[in-house]
Nanobody, 127 residues
């Protein structure tokens, strides 16, 4: 089992920045990939940034490329999402997710890949 706890959300004006953190605990060694997803009211959950652990290959949705950066700190068992140049359309609940040993069978932004999810942290961007 893996436990994920997100933090760092909040309210900012357009153009501002936030850094989300996701603290992982438990059997983290079994995960091959982690990602950040978001879900706005009335919309489906969508992947915004993902990382293949170990090789640290990163992936971004087109809507956040050049503005968001995903990174990991192995020593702290923590995943980060640096969000710059925030837009009102970035407003959503942001979730951290971690896969299991078979995670590689799915694409990085496929929700079926992920066995473990955090509780979410709200990001609100005002114009």
């Amino acid at each position: 089992q893996v436990q994920l706890v997100e933090s760092g959300g909040g309210s900012v004006q357009a153009g501002g920045s936030l850094r989300l953190s996701c603290k992982a605990s438990g059997d983290t060694y079994s995960s091959t990939g982690m990602a950040w997803f978001r879900q706005a009211p009335g919309k489906e959950r969508e992947g915004v940034a993902g990382i293949i652990l170990g090789v640290r290959s990163t992936f971004y949705d087109d809507s956040v490329k050049g503005r968001f950066t995903i990174s990991q700190d192995n020593a702290k068992n923590t995943l980060y999402l640096q969000m710059n140049s925030l837009k009102p359309e970035d407003t959503a609940m942001y979730y951290c997710a971690a896969d299991g040993p078979r995670g590689g069978s799915w694409s990085i932004f496929d929700t079926f890949r992920y066995n473990y999810w955090g509780q979410g942290t709200q990001v609100t961007v005002s114009s």
